[in-house]
């Protein structure tokens, strides 16, 4: 039995406004595990995604992020913290003043890579989504899909242990989420762990992953399919 | 953390605990997890690395911006040019004060009695003072020479029976800057010798000048100083836009791991760029204000019997005005950034 990639210990989060978004949850994900986070808009999936990538802090609790308890990491540690963790988002969040490969090389220039490193694991991220023909374009000049999957490349480049979806497929349509998902199954399978926050349930029905289901701020585990 | 999970040995993901990381892992106590071979920069080269990106990035949004960087530019150049123009100003003044007249000096006129050898005693009691610089004797044959020669009056008229004239003594004290309290004290006290029928302190008009230099010299420390506050705000101004235009590079950098410090570089670049072309700006408004003023300054000068002509800047003022532009340039962006960065939200 490894030891759990992302553990959850009755954890809390009150906004200053009072709204509870989470009451109490409780969950853990070992490595290389893939699963998806689903819930109505406002159940709290994003406070979720937002508490592991440390964008938020817990109201109560603890979280524990490959073996760190994220209470013990103060606030000046959070970028390098967050350099083990790609995010991605509803929509891609591209640079549009540059181009594709230098949009998926911020991560590696910022954790500074050297040029030859960075040219390397850029055109291997854009070689997993299909992309490698398009590193000069600009992300204006791409379509949803391609946008997302610069996303995505850039998500992963940095090759994080944890992988983090909000909503990746929220505006695509369904064959293009369809690809999407699989090529979150690519990483997966070499052993990242990766959390999908959706509301697609026909993705969710495709793909016969492990389920989360939050329901106003509560936890639970859907039954095995 | 020391232990890292290898249940899936296939993975590319491998832990090289023995490679030299940059501050990032030590900091974290992080591992550095990379592919076999991939090495990161070590801690200086990455300095080097990370600050010739930023200073790219500066440039980019220096320039990215045309017109509102001239403006922003143009307004440090007017605002530092203000101060440096009064700088030339009294520089300038000093300067002329100086070629109209020679040193200021006190001449005492002697009671009529006395013999040559006394007053060689006195002017060896002078020049023995700390206090006063030189001293310069004129009997009363070289004063009536001297006389006759500046003259129109007819010689035959100056024929007079015995020499009226008194011995004289001009005595040049030691200059304290442009205080003229200590010239003011010696004149009471030489008033105050038996044998000095009368001590006359010179060039009052030359006192009357440096009163007024001190005067703009403190204005002009005032007005440096209030313009400084303006150069800040003018630059914590633009680099406050320059932010909101590049929100959204600097949410997805902090999402993808950049420091607060990595962030702000660019910013605080670019306001040391500010800084640096205002100073030119200024430096140019300065360089052509002392070339349209100059010809009507030297047809003033001219009627002085002057020739000489406005002087403009030095290298050394030049730098101190681009040091100056660049420092406040840095700090006020520095700050601005720091604030901005530090509470932007994700």
């Keep these: 039995m490894s030891e759990p990639v992302i553990h959850f210990d009755h954890v809390r989060k009150r906004y200053q406004n009072g709204h509870e978004a989470l009451r109490d949850v409780c969950f853990s994900m070992e490595r290389g595990e893939l699963a998806f986070l689903t819930g109505h808009s406002g159940a709290g999936k994003s406070t979720l995604l937002k508490l592991i990538a440390m964008i938020d802090r817990p109201s109560g609790g603890s979280i524990i992020i490959e073996n760190r308890n994220l209470s013990g990491i103060s606030n000046w540690q959070i970028p390098y913290f967050r350099r083990r963790i790609g995010i991605i988002f509803q929509n891609p969040t591209l640079l549009n003043d540059r181009n594709v490969f230098e949009n998926v090389a911020l991560p590696l220039l910022i954790s500074g890579y050297k040029s030859e490193d960075i040219r390397r694991r850029v055109r291997a991220a854009l070689d997993q989504v299909s992309l490698l023909d398009k590193e000069k374009s600009t992300p204006l000049a791409l379509s949803g899909g391609e946008q997302q999957r610069v996303g995505i490349a850039r998500a992963i480049v940095n090759k994080p242990a944890v992988i983090l979806a909000d909503e990746p497929t929220g505006n695509l349509d369904p064959e293009l989420s369809v690809d999407i998902m699989n090529i979150f199954r690519r990483f997966n399978q070499v052993g990242v762990t990766t959390l999908v926050a959706t509301h697609d349930v026909e993705l969710v029905r495709e793909f016969p992953y492990r389920r989360l289901i939050l329901r106003d701020g509560i936890l639970s585990e859907a039954p095995d399919l | ?346």
């Design chain 2, 1 to 346: 953390m020391k232990r890292h999970h290898r249940r899936r040995g296939a993975t590319p993901i491998s832990s090289n605990p023995k490679q030299k990381t940059d501050e990032t892992d030590q900091n974290t106590r992080q591992k550095s997890v990379n592919q076999k071979g991939v090495q990161r920069h070590n801690s200086l080269a990455l300095y080097f690395q990370q600050h010739h990106q930023a200073i790219k990035y500066a440039l980019q949004r220096v320039f990215h911006s045309k017109s509102a960087s001239i403006m922003t530019i143009l307004v440090i150049g007017i605002a530092l040019s203000l101060p440096l123009g009064l700088h030339v100003l009294i520089k300038n003044t000093l300067m002329l004060s100086k070629g109209v007249e020679d040193r200021p000096s006190i001449t005492l006129f002697l009671m009529e009695t006395k013999t040559n050898t006394w007053v060689k005693r006195l002017e060896n009691r002078l020049v023995k003072r700390e206090d006063i610089d030189s001293v310069k004797v004129i009997d009363p044959e070289q004063a009536l020479a001297e006389f006759q020669d500046y003259s129109d009056l007819n010689p035959d008229f100056l024929k007079l029976p015995h020499n009226p004239l008194p011995y004289v003594i001009e005595v040049y004290p030691k200059l304290d800057q442009q205080d003229f309290s200590n010239m003011e004290k010696l004149q009471a006290e030489f008033q105050g010798w038996p044998e000095v029928h009368l001590a006359q302190l010179d060039m009052l008009w030359l006192q009357r000048l440096y009163a007024i230099v001190s005067i703009l010299k403190s204005s002009s420390n005032l007005i440096s100083a209030l313009l400084a506050m303006g150069v800040l705000l003018i630059i914590g101004n633009t680099i406050r836009l320059m932010s909101q235009a590049y929100s959204e590079e600097i949410r997805i950098s902090k999402l993808v791991g950049a420091t607060n410090a990595y962030v702000s570089r660019p910013f605080i670049y670019s306001g040391l760029m500010y800084g640096f072309l205002g100073g030119i700006c200024a430096i140019v408004i300065i360089g052509f204000a002392v070339i349209l003023i100059n010809p009507s300054v030297q047809r003033l000068l001219s009627l002085y019997n002057n020739e000489r002509s406005l002087i403009g800047l030095n290298m050394s003022e030049i730098s101190i005005v681009l040091a100056i532009g660049m420092s406040l340039g840095l700090f006020g962006a520095w700050v601005t950034a720091r604030n901005i960065i530090t509470k932007f939200s994700l």
